[in-house]
């Protein structure tokens, strides 16, 4: 086996947790990515924690029919990387991803062409793959984002993952800095554009003081609206208690807990419509006023995301959480529309 290393990146993973550091949403148009730096640093790293050379960066993303978009070209260019693409389906979910991934992972252990694989994933799916790689020589490491309050010390790696893997070690957090940069700011201008294209009265927008960049959780406060006072009558009277860090569980009060989780919630969704709103086109803002209450799927995920960065991903499971996401969502849009 070839004393080199092999690095396997799943990039809706990878620039998911990359961006929600730098914009505070996984939304893509809200950041942008210097793709030639962060792939350069991510070997630098690799080198530098294993005094070995790199075969190739293997890169994994999914694009409509599996075509190479002008973003994908941009990567593929890129000395040293191997784009592979999976599709995206109807709905918006990435298909055979996982599958090309796990595959090539095998593949380049079974022909011995790397000794250490650096896997930047944290997909319980990818565990079998792992374990054989392991079986057939190949040390295996996952390669994550640095998240203290995490048990695993990581973000968004499943348990069950990092168990199979040899060790896990995490990304620079200088690399993630300057690799991706927020590009949305958000002013009185853009939001009396947005009211104009929705045919809204301006006059709505202009009789409510506002600071120059409103912060979601000034966004959360507005009055409620119908939406969002659904929303908050639904709150159970549940007395489980569950830390965010995955380390305590247990009961305390009854409500108390659960108005915080809520109130979080809605300033997560709040952030997502500040940001769509602030990079939309008049088209995409028309189309999703006319398709109202149905959110488009890269929105509803991108809540979901940003939802399980901030409170765990097993609350995104509770249709609670997702009516308040939602509800909040549409209630800031609202505001400026």
Known sequence: MMN????FIDAGFLLSLGGHKAAGTTLRSAFTIHYEALVKGLVQTVKKNTGLNNLRVYWYDASKDGLFTEQHKRIGFIPGV????GRISYNGEQ????????????GVARHGAASVAYLVSGDDDLAEAVEEAQDLG??????GVRRDESRLGVASVAEHLALTADAIETIPDQLLDSS???VIEWDDHHASESATIAAAPTETVASEPKPAAPTPAIMAQRPKNVSQEQAREQIPESEVIYS?????SGFQGKAVYEQEEMAV????GANVANSWLASTTQLELVELMADRPQLPPEIDRTLLKDCAQVMGEWKTDQQQIRRVLRG??????????
Do not use: C, N, P
């Open 95 to 106: 298909k055979g991803v996982d599958l090309r991934l796990a595959l090539d992972l095998v």
């Open 265 to 268: 919630a809605q300033e997560i």
């Open 244 to 248: 965010s860090g995955g380390e305590k």
């Open 328 to 337: 909040a969502f549409w209630s800031s849009l609202d505001k400026y529309t």
């Open 180 to 182: 991706f940069t927020k």
């Open 82 to 85: 191997k784009v592979r693409l």
């Open 4 to 7: 080199q290393t092999a690095i």
């Open 138 to 143: 190949m040390k295996v490491i996952l390669l």
